[in-house]
T-cell receptor, first 117, second 114 residues
Framework: NAGVMQNPRHLVRRRGQEARLRCSPMKGHSHVYWYRQLPEEGLKFMVYLQKENIIDESGMPKERFSAEFPKEGPSILRIQQVVRGDSAAYFC???????????????FGEGSRLTVL | AQSVSQHNHHVILSEAASLELGCNYS??????LFWYVQYPGQHLQLLLKYFSGDPLVKGIKGFEAEFIKSKFSFNLRKPSVQWSDTAEYFC????????????FGAGTRLFVKA
């Protein structure tokens, strides 16, 4: 089975452009989580989604950031009008439908590294 | 708000040395606790977890962790490390409040000298 797939692995954008990061969860998984990792910091929770629903977006910046997980296709994290401070590694994780989101294991992708020039 | 503190950002050990990585969290209620590991060039993967029962948890590759509720701690241990244990280790907490955020510590980079 393929693991959690993220693309692109590396993305370079100029200030003001848009960044789109994609995440395909493991087969059979319907929970998706996005985390951001800044240098020398831990993973910061951003958003938790199920198919067509945002369950918890308490970690998402109020502006410029949005996430979706459509019925078909990958989950997308979108950052509009990027700034240098958005440069980070963005990790996606997934877990099965039957998994308790509080106790279940998260399965991580390899991350997408965004660099804003 | 929940938070997780890992005491050391970088640890260097020789093979066969014993390992203990500290992890403390701040939340007074019921918690679920995890250690994840990221080997060089690989994705994060679960090492072990605790959510109830015996506070001494055994994980893969000879790792174990002990939940001490009174100290809000969940330290990771291994009696004898190997060169292949070189990796970054993340402690994580999910407070069983009905929310769904797993909060991660800043990570500890372990380098084991052969």
């Amino acid at each position: 089975n393929a693991g959690v797939m993220q693309n692109p692995r590396h993305l370079v954008r100029r200030r003001g452009q848009e960044a789109r990061l994609r995440c395909s969860p493991m087969k059979g998984h319907s929970h998706v989580y996005w985390y951001r990792q800044l240098p020398e910091e831990g993973l910061k929770f951003m958003v938790y989604l199920q198919k067509e629903n945002i369950i918890d977006e308490s970690g998402m910046p109020k502006e410029r950031f949005s996430a979706e997980f459509p019925k078909e296709g990958p989950s997308i994290l979108r950052i509009q009008q990027v700034v240098r401070g958005d440069s980070a590694a963005y990790f996606c994780a997934s877990s099965p439908l039957t998994s308790d989101p509080n106790t279940g294991e998260l399965f991580f992708g390899e991350g997408s590294r965004l660099t804003v020039l | 708000a929940q938070s997780v503190s890992q005491h050391n950002h970088h640890v260097i050990l020789s093979e066969a040395a014993s390992l203990e990585l500290g992890c403390n969290y701040s939340y007074g209620g019921t918690v679920n606790l995890f250690w994840y590991v990221q080997y060089p060039g690989q994705h994060l993967q679960l090492l072990l977890k605790y959510f109830s029962g015996d506070p001494l948890v055994k994980g893969i590759k000879g790792f174990e962790a002990e939940f001490i509720k009174s100290k809000f701690s969940f330290n990771l241990r291994k009696p004898s490390v190997q060169w292949s244990d070189t990796a970054e280790y993340f402690c994580a907490v999910n407070a069983d409040t009905g929310g769904f955020k797993t909060i991660f510590g800043a990570g500890t980079r372990l380098f084991v000298k052969a």
